[in-house]
């Protein structure tokens, strides 16, 4: 699903985004940000990352640096 995920944006990058223009106000786009997020997290929580961060991109928002967070280590040690 990931890859599917990830194509997808892929495409929005070519096709539509020089339709639209670069409006972003963040840094990294928002496109970049859903892949890094997917890749990074997962489907489910780099797709809930997203969501959240499109929410976040209207005009009353300031923008600004909104890098992925990173993911947390899993404790590799057993007792």
């Known amino acids: 699903m990931n890859w599917l995920a990830i194509k997808l944006i892929h495409l929005y990058r070519y096709v539509a985004s020089p339709w639209v223009g670069n409006q972003c ?10 892949e890094e997020a997917l890749k990074t997290h997962g489907f489910l929580k780099g797709g809930y990352l997203t969501g959240r961060r499109l929410i976040k991109c209207h005009p009353w928002h300031p923008g600004g640096m909104d890098p992925v967070p990173p993911a947390r280590q899993k404790n590799t040690l057993s007792r």
Do not use: G
Not at 25 to 34: E, G, I, K, Q, W
């Open 25 to 34: 106000r963040f840094y990294p786009t928002c496109s970049h940000y859903a």
